[in-house]
């Protein structure tokens, strides 16, 4: 019975470096994410509508708020997750505003962030957003 419990940590081990190595890329950096906007601001005017958004500093390179509706918004890392560490690796809406694109690999996401084509295996990462009023408040 010890002799399985020992194994455990080795196992957990195995598992996570499995994980990590699959193809998907380098990881994207842990980076502290502590940012508020006011939805309301002039600076931010496509906040308004459903489907607006707005690129925004922060995490490791840069943030996207997307708001879905009034109620809802969602902020994703601009790094794009295939290869984060490639210079040029940087989500952004796709002109017809209905999707996100890496121009770098050519992944492509839905304004949820999931994975719709390209390389990426994997959505984009999201952060956590509140919204008190009309300040949204962006953490990890």
């Known amino acids: 019975m010890r002799k399985r419990w020992a194994l455990l940590p080795l196992l957990l081990l195995f598992v996570t470096a ?17 940012e508020q906007i006011n939805v309301n601001s002039q600076l931010f005017p496509m906040l308004r509508q459903d ?4 690129y925004i500093p922060g995490g490791y390179k840069g ?3 997307v ?12 790094a794009c997750p295939y290869d984060p560490t490639a210079s040029c690796s940087e989500i ?3 002109a017809s505003n209905l999707f996100i694109v890496d121009d770098c690999c050519g992944s492509q996401f839905n304004l949820q962030g ?5 390389p990426a295996v994997y959505g984009l990462r999201q952060y956590q957003t509140a919204l008190m009023g009309s300040v949204l408040y962006i953490k990890n």
């Open 18 to 34: 499995c994980r990590d190595s699959n193809g998907a890329g380098p990881r994207i950096p842990d980076v502290v994410v502590d």
């Open 67 to 78: 708001r879905q509706n009034a109620g809802q918004y969602y902020a994703f890392e601009r």
């Open 63 to 65: 943030l996207l708020v």
């Open 114 to 118: 999931e994975v719709t084509g390209g």
């Open 92 to 94: 952004k809406v796709d």
């Open 51 to 54: 489907g607006g958004y707005a």
